[in-house]
Every structure is written in C-alpha cells, then in structure tokens.
C-alpha cells in the first residue's frame, strides 16, 4: 500500500574491510546536463560551473516584485555499499544509510566514536530499514549488520562546505495566509535533483483533496547551528538515498519558529497545493500520503519538547492551513484514501506520525503536545 516511489535495486553489498567512496557529486551533474534541455528556468536550479558557481532560480513559489541572488554551498556526496569501514572525500554533516531485510540490526561508528545502533528516526521503508545521522564533519565511518541485512547503502552528505552557488531568492518575505516560509530557493534547494539523468521528473507532482495533517520530529540533533543546511541534507536523503525524488514534508520548521517550505508542488504561489487547491503528494507517512500534509519539527523530541518559537510556528501553520481548507483542527475524522481502494484510516485532523504507523516520531514529548496544539490552531 505504499505510495511512495520504488527505490532502484539494491546492490550488492561489498564485503570489503575497506572500500572508497564513489563520487556522488558526479552522478548528480551528469542527471542536471542530461536534463537541462527539458527543464525551464521556472523550476530549474542551474548546476555549478567550471568555476564552482551557478546561477539558480529555484522554485517560483511564491509571486514576488523580484528577487535576491544569495549564495549558499553546493551539496556534495560520496556513496559506499556494504558494511565495514568506509572513507569519504568529504567532511561528512550526515550519513544516510538504507539496507534490506530485517529493519532493524544495522549500527554505525564515526571515525573514533561509539557504535550507534540504526532505529527510530522519521523515515519508513517496505523492505528493510533506513536512518539519516549526524556525521560530525567525519571523513570515515565504520557500517556493521548481523544476518538478516544486506544490500547495506551509505551516503556521506556535505551540506556546508561545498562550492558556493547562487539562487534567485524573493526579495520580499513569502506567505501563505500572512504565515511567513522561506521558498526552496531561499534554503537552496537544488531543483535538479528532482531529475532523472534523462531530464524527467523522478515522482511526478500528483494532487488530492486535503484530509488530513501530520506531525513529525526530523530526528536530528537539538541545537542546530545550521538550520538550512540540515534541510538540504534531508532533501538529499529523502531525494537521492531514498529515491523519493524530493524532501519527504510539506513544510519544516526549526527551533527558531522558521518555516520551510518542503516538496515541490508547481509553480502557482500557494506552497503544497496547486493552482486547483489540492495538495501534492509527499513521502511522510507511506501508504497514507496521499491528502494527507506533512509538517516536520527540526530535532528530535523524545525528552525534549519543541521550543516555544516552534510550536508557535507550527499552530499558526496548522490555523492558516485549516482555515484555508475548512478543517477542524480538533475533530475526528475517517481518512479515506484516494489511491488504495477501500484502505481507510480514523485519526484526528491533526495526527501524529505513529498514528499512521509504527514508528517513534514525532517523539514523545511533541506527541503529548498534540492536544494543545489542536486546541490553539482551532481558536
């Protein structure tokens, strides 16, 4: 019953002690020129030049007087398979890692750190299990699985160190409803890796009427220094590791209270709907994504609740959206979905992540936190 894309096959784990890196960044370039025919500058992020510079205009989401061109380091990987130790040709800000069969088991080590073993988090896969982690500007890591996991694939992401390039951000704040966001360009969203290597579009915009609102944690470190550079490492996760073809959420919100926008949903000026009024279909919650959007807290809120900014953030976006969509924040209602035949679901119009599915996000903390925030977006 997954909505999400399929993955391309797993490869064979490589049972090497040690193995080299493969140049991501490459892979990445090759899909933007092999697409860059097809594209329009509307929703085009223009890859780097010779010189380690572009020029990028993003996505147009939001109708502004005119824009601002801003700089912001270009996103490089290096990829390795299998287990043991690996070495990466960048500082790595996170490792993504995805296997095959029993989902949970797998365990990393960062240069001289302790072993981690890999569970919980936000995302959810059919087969196997996934994680994004906090890699500590780490140049190697250490991958270990017991029986019962292969097809062992790991991602080292620099999301703060590469090449500057420039995006063509709004020059005017952009809102949805008076609710303040800052557009994919203005977080440096780079369109190209929504792209196949043949210029078409890895998943495809679909639209349905909203239903239904989830709360997720991103499972990331508290505290963070860098807010956007964290999304741009999830967007890679979720896009590329993943193979989603775009950031998992409609909106994201760090500690400071501001919002992101999150997947892509065309060109029209309301952000995760189109020009008709339905909601694009991201990659939160598989099975149940369709009509149902998704706004992720940045950190992890097991122990610790979200800041006061970002709960602030989060009920003024639920409130406008709400009010946008004629939704009761505080009802009961019976998700149908659009797209499975017969599956149906009762939540309340603002959920949690686990009350889709099994998992721990949004943390225990911003879960006991749910009937507050319902109660505040409905006044």
């Known amino acids: 019953m997954s909505e999400t894309p399929t993955p391309d096959p797993t490869p064979t784990a490589s049972h090497r002690r040690r193995s080299r890196l493969s140049r991501r960044g490459m892979i990445g370039a090759a899909a933007a020129v092999a697409g860059g025919a097809a594209l329009t500058p509307a929703v085009f992020a223009a890859t780097e030049s010779d010189s380690g510079s572009g020029d990028s205009s993003g996505s147009a989401a939001a109708d502004t007087s005119g824009t601002t061109p801003e700089r912001f380091p270009a996103t490089r990987t290096d990829a390795a398979t299998g287990t043991g130790e690996a070495s990466t040709a960048v500082a790595a800000s996170y490792v993504g890692v995805r296997w095959s069969g029993a989902k949970e088991g797998a365990a990393i080590k960062l240069a001289d750190g302790a072993w981690q073993d890999l569970t919980g988090g936000?995302?959810?896969?059919?087969?196997?299990?996934?994680?994004?982690?906090?890699?500590?500007?780490?140049?190697?890591?250490?991958?270990?699985?017991?029986?019962?996991?292969?097809?062992?694939?790991?991602?080292?992401?620099?999301?703060?160190?590469?090449?500057?390039?420039?995006?063509?951000?709004?020059?005017?704040?952009?809102?949805?409803?008076?609710?303040?966001?800052?557009?994919?360009?203005?977080?440096?969203?780079?369109?190209?890796?929504?792209?196949?290597?043949?210029?078409?579009?890895?998943?495809?915009?679909?639209?349905?009427?909203?239903?239904t609102i989830t709360v997720h944690h991103t499972d990331t470190p508290n505290d963070d220094p860098d807010p956007a550079a964290t999304v741009r490492a999830i967007y890679e996760y979720h896009a590329i590791t993943l193979d989603w073809g775009d950031i998992g959420y409609h909106f994201l919100i760090d500690e400071t209270g501001n919002v992101y926008e999150g997947r892509y949903s065309g060109t029209d000026p309301v952000p995760a709907f189109d020009a008709d009024g339905n909601l694009v279909t991201a990659f939160h919650t598989g099975g149940w994504?369709?009509?149902?959007?998704?706004?992720?807290?940045?950190?992890?809120?097991?122990?610790q609740p979200p800041t006061d900014a970002a709960k602030k953030s989060l009920i003024r976006l639920i409130k406008v959206i709400a009010r946008l969509k004629g939704l009761d924040p505080t009802a009961q209602v019976t998700f149908v979905s659009p797209v499975t035949a017969g599956a149906t679901k009762d939540v309340q119009t603002v959920s949690g992540h686990r009350d889709w599915l099994a998992t721990d996000c949004p943390g225990q903390t911003m879960y006991d936190l749910l009937t507050e925030v319902r109660t505040a977006a409905a006044r």
């Open 122 to 211: 936000c995302a959810t896969v059919e087969d196997g299990g996934t994680a994004l982690v906090a890699g500590g500007n780490a140049t190697t890591y250490e991958v270990k699985a017991p029986s019962g996991i292969d097809g062992v694939r790991s991602l080292a992401i620099d999301t703060t160190d590469g090449p500057a390039r420039t995006f063509k951000v709004p020059s005017e704040p952009t809102r949805l409803r008076g609710a303040v966001y800052l557009s994919r360009p203005a977080w440096g969203a780079d369109e190209a890796k929504r792209y196949k290597a043949d210029g078409t579009v890895n998943s495809p915009e679909k639209y349905f009427p909203l239903q």
């Open 289 to 303: 994504n369709s009509g149902n959007l998704g706004i992720a807290l940045l950190g992890t809120l097991v122990d």
